[in-house]
Protein backbone atom coordinates (compact mmCIF):
# COMPACT_ATOMS: atom_id res chain seq x y z
CA UNK A 1 0.00 0.00 0.00
CA UNK A 2 2.98 2.52 -0.03
CA UNK A 3 3.77 4.41 -2.91
CA UNK A 4 7.70 5.61 -3.86
CA UNK A 5 7.79 8.60 -6.42
CA UNK A 6 11.02 6.80 -8.94
CA UNK A 7 12.98 9.24 -10.78
CA UNK A 8 15.29 7.60 -13.27
CA UNK A 9 18.32 9.76 -15.33
CA UNK A 10 21.31 8.70 -17.34
CA UNK A 11 24.61 8.83 -15.58
CA UNK A 12 26.71 12.19 -15.34
CA UNK A 13 29.00 10.58 -17.97
CA UNK A 14 25.89 9.89 -20.56
CA UNK A 15 24.22 13.33 -19.76
CA UNK A 16 27.27 14.79 -21.24
CA UNK A 17 26.56 14.83 -24.85
CA UNK A 18 28.95 17.92 -25.50
CA UNK A 19 31.82 15.66 -24.14
CA UNK A 20 30.43 12.31 -25.60
CA UNK A 21 28.94 13.97 -29.04
CA UNK A 22 31.56 12.11 -30.67
CA UNK A 23 31.43 8.60 -28.89
CA UNK A 24 27.47 9.02 -29.61
CA UNK A 25 25.94 6.64 -31.99
CA UNK A 26 22.27 6.88 -33.89
CA UNK A 27 20.31 4.63 -35.81
CA UNK A 28 19.33 5.61 -39.33
CA UNK A 29 16.24 4.67 -41.20
CA UNK A 30 17.40 0.94 -42.26
CA UNK A 31 18.30 0.50 -38.46
CA UNK A 32 22.28 0.63 -38.82
CA UNK A 33 23.55 2.57 -36.37
CA UNK A 34 25.69 5.33 -37.12
CA UNK A 35 28.50 7.83 -35.92
CA UNK A 36 26.37 11.52 -34.81
CA UNK A 37 29.28 13.23 -35.33
CA UNK A 38 28.92 11.69 -39.13
CA UNK A 39 25.61 13.58 -39.89
CA UNK A 40 26.08 16.49 -37.51
CA UNK A 41 28.14 18.51 -36.39
CA UNK A 42 27.92 19.98 -32.64
CA UNK A 43 27.52 23.69 -32.23
CA UNK A 44 26.91 24.76 -28.65
CA UNK A 45 23.91 27.13 -28.34
CA UNK A 46 20.22 28.25 -26.52
CA UNK A 47 17.27 27.36 -27.84
CA UNK A 48 13.32 26.86 -26.30
CA UNK A 49 12.67 24.42 -24.04
CA UNK A 50 9.77 23.31 -25.41
CA UNK A 51 8.32 23.50 -29.04
CA UNK A 52 4.59 23.77 -29.55
CA UNK A 53 3.15 23.31 -32.96
CA UNK A 54 -0.30 23.70 -34.89
CA UNK A 55 -0.86 22.48 -37.89
CA UNK A 56 2.97 21.54 -38.46
CA UNK A 57 3.92 25.10 -37.85
CA UNK A 58 5.05 26.49 -34.57
CA UNK A 59 3.21 28.57 -32.63
CA UNK A 60 3.05 30.56 -29.76
CA UNK A 61 -0.19 30.15 -27.23
CA UNK A 62 -1.31 33.36 -25.71
CA UNK A 63 -4.37 32.53 -22.89
CA UNK A 64 -6.54 35.56 -21.85
CA UNK A 65 -9.47 35.90 -19.33
CA UNK A 66 -12.36 38.02 -19.89
CA UNK A 67 -12.65 40.67 -17.78
CA UNK A 68 -15.88 41.14 -16.02
CA UNK A 69 -18.53 42.79 -18.17
CA UNK A 70 -16.51 41.86 -21.42
CA UNK A 71 -18.16 39.98 -24.17
CA UNK A 72 -16.50 37.35 -26.25
CA UNK A 73 -17.25 38.78 -29.52
CA UNK A 74 -16.37 42.79 -28.88
CA UNK A 75 -12.58 41.10 -27.31
CA UNK A 76 -12.20 40.10 -30.80
CA UNK A 77 -13.12 42.90 -32.62
CA UNK A 78 -10.84 44.61 -30.78
CA UNK A 79 -7.78 42.34 -30.98
CA UNK A 80 -8.14 42.24 -34.52
CA UNK A 81 -7.97 46.11 -34.78
CA UNK A 82 -4.73 45.81 -32.51
CA UNK A 83 -3.11 43.52 -34.74
CA UNK A 84 -4.29 45.49 -37.93
CA UNK A 85 -2.93 48.28 -36.19
CA UNK A 86 0.50 46.92 -35.73
CA UNK A 87 1.24 44.58 -38.48
CA UNK A 88 3.35 41.16 -38.03
CA UNK A 89 6.61 40.38 -39.35
CA UNK A 90 6.87 38.43 -42.39
CA UNK A 91 5.75 34.97 -42.26
CA UNK A 92 3.89 35.10 -38.80
CA UNK A 93 0.14 34.16 -38.91
CA UNK A 94 -2.33 34.49 -36.08
CA UNK A 95 -5.75 32.40 -35.38
CA UNK A 96 -8.20 32.67 -32.66
CA UNK A 97 -8.13 28.99 -31.10
CA UNK A 98 -10.28 27.88 -27.92
CA UNK A 99 -13.49 29.69 -27.04
CA UNK A 100 -12.85 32.00 -30.03
CA UNK A 101 -12.66 28.88 -32.26
CA UNK A 102 -15.72 27.14 -30.71
CA UNK A 103 -18.20 31.19 -30.77
CA UNK A 104 -17.54 31.00 -34.49
CA UNK A 105 -18.45 27.73 -34.81
CA UNK A 106 -21.15 28.24 -32.62
CA UNK A 107 -22.20 31.53 -35.08
CA UNK A 108 -22.21 29.20 -38.40
CA UNK A 109 -24.20 26.49 -36.79
CA UNK A 110 -26.56 28.92 -35.29
CA UNK A 111 -27.05 31.27 -38.80
CA UNK A 112 -28.18 27.38 -40.33
CA UNK A 113 -30.46 26.56 -37.74
CA UNK A 114 -32.08 30.25 -38.70
CA UNK A 115 -31.96 29.86 -42.19
CA UNK A 116 -33.44 26.22 -41.96
CA UNK A 117 -36.38 27.43 -39.39
CA UNK A 118 -37.36 30.23 -41.76
CA UNK A 119 -37.33 28.01 -44.91
CA UNK A 120 -39.33 25.20 -43.14
CA UNK A 121 -41.95 27.83 -41.91
CA UNK A 122 -42.31 29.26 -45.54
CA UNK A 123 -42.64 25.88 -47.02
CA UNK A 124 -45.37 24.91 -44.38
CA UNK A 125 -47.52 28.38 -44.95
CA UNK A 126 -47.26 27.92 -48.40
CA UNK A 127 -48.62 24.44 -48.83
CA UNK A 128 -51.34 24.98 -46.01
CA UNK A 129 -52.55 28.77 -47.78
CA UNK A 130 -51.56 27.46 -51.40
CA UNK A 131 -49.77 30.61 -51.72
CA UNK A 132 -46.42 31.26 -52.00
CA UNK A 133 -46.89 35.32 -51.76
CA UNK A 134 -49.40 34.92 -48.76
CA UNK A 135 -46.20 33.62 -46.19
CA UNK A 136 -44.39 36.70 -47.09
CA UNK A 137 -47.06 38.59 -44.66
CA UNK A 138 -46.87 36.43 -41.73
CA UNK A 139 -43.20 36.24 -41.73
CA UNK A 140 -42.90 40.03 -41.93
CA UNK A 141 -43.10 39.58 -37.93
CA UNK A 142 -39.38 37.79 -37.65
CA UNK A 143 -37.37 40.86 -37.99
CA UNK A 144 -39.92 42.77 -35.68
CA UNK A 145 -38.98 40.11 -33.05
CA UNK A 146 -35.42 39.48 -33.63
CA UNK A 147 -34.53 43.46 -33.84
CA UNK A 148 -36.77 43.61 -30.51
CA UNK A 149 -34.33 40.69 -28.76
CA UNK A 150 -31.49 43.25 -29.89
CA UNK A 151 -32.78 45.92 -28.21
CA UNK A 152 -33.53 44.01 -24.93
CA UNK A 153 -29.92 42.67 -24.79
CA UNK A 154 -28.63 46.19 -25.61
CA UNK A 155 -31.13 47.69 -23.01
CA UNK A 156 -30.28 45.83 -20.20
CA UNK A 157 -26.24 45.80 -21.26
CA UNK A 158 -26.50 49.56 -20.67
CA UNK A 159 -28.26 49.72 -17.71
CA UNK A 160 -25.64 47.05 -16.34
CA UNK A 161 -22.77 49.29 -17.04
CA UNK A 162 -24.60 52.32 -16.01
CA UNK A 163 -24.83 50.86 -12.93
CA UNK A 164 -28.62 51.22 -12.97
CA UNK A 165 -29.37 47.30 -12.17
CA UNK A 166 -26.59 47.48 -8.92
CA UNK A 167 -28.50 50.14 -6.79
CA UNK A 168 -31.48 48.59 -7.78
CA UNK A 169 -30.12 45.57 -6.44
CA UNK A 170 -28.47 47.06 -3.42
CA UNK A 171 -32.13 48.89 -2.70
CA UNK A 172 -33.42 45.05 -2.64
CA UNK A 173 -36.06 46.12 -6.08
CA UNK A 174 -34.10 43.78 -7.94
CA UNK A 175 -32.33 40.53 -7.06
CA UNK A 176 -29.43 40.06 -9.28
CA UNK A 177 -27.14 43.13 -9.69
CA UNK A 178 -25.21 42.02 -12.84
CA UNK A 179 -27.25 40.30 -15.56
CA UNK A 180 -26.13 38.38 -18.46
CA UNK A 181 -27.37 40.51 -21.96
CA UNK A 182 -24.72 39.38 -23.91
CA UNK A 183 -24.94 37.75 -27.44
CA UNK A 184 -23.60 34.15 -26.23
CA UNK A 185 -25.81 30.36 -27.15
CA UNK A 186 -28.64 31.11 -24.89
CA UNK A 187 -29.54 34.00 -26.37
CA UNK A 188 -29.23 32.90 -29.81
CA UNK A 189 -31.34 29.54 -28.90
CA UNK A 190 -33.41 32.29 -27.65
CA UNK A 191 -33.50 33.96 -30.94
CA UNK A 192 -34.64 30.39 -32.76
CA UNK A 193 -37.84 30.06 -30.44
CA UNK A 194 -38.83 33.43 -31.16
CA UNK A 195 -38.80 32.18 -34.84
CA UNK A 196 -41.55 29.85 -34.20
CA UNK A 197 -43.41 32.14 -31.14
CA UNK A 198 -44.62 35.09 -33.10
CA UNK A 199 -45.27 33.96 -36.33
CA UNK A 200 -48.90 32.95 -34.35
CA UNK A 201 -49.93 36.61 -34.10
CA UNK A 202 -49.86 37.39 -38.17
CA UNK A 203 -51.16 33.93 -38.51
CA UNK A 204 -54.15 34.85 -36.36
CA UNK A 205 -54.45 37.95 -38.16
CA UNK A 206 -53.86 36.78 -42.10
CA UNK A 207 -56.39 33.57 -41.66
CA UNK A 208 -59.28 35.38 -40.21
CA UNK A 209 -58.68 38.26 -42.90
CA UNK A 210 -58.80 35.59 -45.95
CA UNK A 211 -61.27 33.98 -43.97
CA UNK A 212 -63.50 37.51 -43.76
CA UNK A 213 -62.51 37.87 -47.71
CA UNK A 214 -63.84 34.42 -49.04
CA UNK A 215 -67.09 35.36 -46.80
CA UNK A 216 -67.54 38.63 -49.34
CA UNK A 217 -66.34 41.53 -47.31
CA UNK A 218 -64.02 44.11 -48.72
CA UNK A 219 -60.44 43.76 -48.01
CA UNK A 220 -59.76 46.77 -45.69
CA UNK A 221 -63.41 45.69 -44.07
CA UNK A 222 -62.16 41.89 -43.42
CA UNK A 223 -58.44 43.47 -41.62
CA UNK A 224 -60.44 45.34 -39.85
CA UNK A 225 -62.63 42.78 -38.63
CA UNK A 226 -59.80 40.36 -37.91
CA UNK A 227 -58.32 43.05 -35.72
CA UNK A 228 -61.14 43.51 -33.57
CA UNK A 229 -61.50 39.63 -33.39
CA UNK A 230 -58.19 39.00 -33.03
CA UNK A 231 -57.20 41.62 -30.60
CA UNK A 232 -57.66 39.86 -27.15
CA UNK A 233 -56.21 36.24 -28.42
CA UNK A 234 -53.16 37.93 -29.63
CA UNK A 235 -52.65 39.85 -26.38
CA UNK A 236 -53.43 36.81 -23.99
CA UNK A 237 -51.18 34.27 -25.57
CA UNK A 238 -48.74 37.10 -25.92
CA UNK A 239 -48.82 38.35 -22.28
CA UNK A 240 -48.84 34.91 -21.16
CA UNK A 241 -45.62 34.24 -22.65
CA UNK A 242 -43.87 37.23 -21.76
CA UNK A 243 -44.61 36.47 -18.15
CA UNK A 244 -43.68 33.19 -18.32
CA UNK A 245 -40.08 33.90 -19.21
CA UNK A 246 -40.01 36.84 -16.87
CA UNK A 247 -38.34 34.70 -13.92
CA UNK A 248 -35.74 33.34 -16.84
CA UNK A 249 -35.11 37.13 -17.82
CA UNK A 250 -34.65 38.28 -13.95
CA UNK A 251 -32.51 35.34 -13.16
CA UNK A 252 -34.29 34.64 -9.53
CA UNK A 253 -31.10 33.32 -8.80
CA UNK A 254 -27.38 33.03 -9.35
CA UNK A 255 -27.38 29.84 -10.92
CA UNK A 256 -29.87 31.36 -13.52
CA UNK A 257 -27.92 34.38 -14.34
CA UNK A 258 -25.65 32.57 -17.26
CA UNK A 259 -29.24 31.51 -18.73
CA UNK A 260 -31.04 34.93 -18.26
CA UNK A 261 -30.02 35.85 -21.84
CA UNK A 262 -32.05 33.70 -23.48
CA UNK A 263 -35.28 35.13 -21.60
CA UNK A 264 -33.90 38.82 -21.99
CA UNK A 265 -33.96 38.10 -25.80
CA UNK A 266 -37.27 35.77 -25.74
CA UNK A 267 -39.61 38.90 -23.61
CA UNK A 268 -37.81 41.77 -25.37
CA UNK A 269 -38.66 39.61 -28.99
CA UNK A 270 -42.55 38.91 -27.78
CA UNK A 271 -42.64 42.59 -26.52
CA UNK A 272 -41.69 44.74 -29.64
CA UNK A 273 -43.33 42.01 -32.27
CA UNK A 274 -46.66 41.73 -30.21
CA UNK A 275 -46.94 45.45 -30.68
CA UNK A 276 -45.49 46.13 -33.99
CA UNK A 277 -47.48 43.18 -35.85
CA UNK A 278 -50.50 44.65 -35.13
CA UNK A 279 -49.83 47.72 -37.35
CA UNK A 280 -47.08 46.53 -39.49
CA UNK A 281 -48.74 42.96 -40.57
CA UNK A 282 -52.29 44.77 -41.87
CA UNK A 283 -50.54 47.32 -43.18
CA UNK A 284 -48.26 45.15 -45.28
CA UNK A 285 -51.16 42.67 -46.07
CA UNK A 286 -52.67 44.95 -48.48
CA UNK A 287 -49.46 45.25 -50.47
CA UNK A 288 -48.47 41.37 -50.36
CA UNK A 289 -52.49 41.11 -51.96
CA UNK A 290 -51.83 43.27 -54.64
CA UNK A 291 -48.20 41.56 -55.45
CA UNK A 292 -50.04 38.03 -55.13
CA UNK A 293 -52.84 39.17 -57.34
CA UNK A 294 -50.70 40.44 -59.77
CA UNK A 295 -48.68 37.44 -59.92
CA UNK A 296 -51.64 35.02 -59.96
CA UNK A 297 -53.31 37.34 -63.11
CA UNK A 298 -50.10 37.23 -64.88
CA UNK A 299 -49.42 33.36 -64.48
CA UNK A 300 -53.11 33.16 -65.79
CA UNK A 301 -52.30 35.29 -69.44
CA UNK A 302 -49.16 33.62 -69.77
CA UNK A 303 -51.64 30.04 -69.42
CA UNK A 304 -54.28 31.49 -72.14
CA UNK A 305 -52.00 32.83 -74.68
CA UNK A 306 -50.30 29.64 -74.37
CA UNK A 307 -53.91 27.68 -75.52
CA UNK A 308 -55.02 26.78 -78.78
Known sequence: ?????????????????????????????????????????????????SITRRDRSRSIVIDADLGQGAGLGDVLDATRRVIAAHPLPKGVTYEFVGQAEDFADMGRNMAIAFLMAIVMMYLVLASLYES????????????LAIAGAFYA??????????????????????????????INLFSLIGMVMLLGLVAKNSILLVDLTLQNIAAGLDRREALVAAGRARLRPILMTSLALL??????????????????????????????????????????????????????????????????
Do not use: C, K
Open 1 to 49: GREYDIRVRLRPGQRDLDAAFGRTWVPNLNGNLVRLSSVADGVLSSGPS
Open 132 to 143: FITPLTILLALP
Open 153 to 182: LFAVGTLDRLGVLAFLHRIHLFHVANLDAS
Open 243 to 308: FGTLPLALALNEAGRFRSSMGIAIAGGLFTSTLLTLVVVPAAFEYVDDLRAWIEGGVRRLGGRGAP
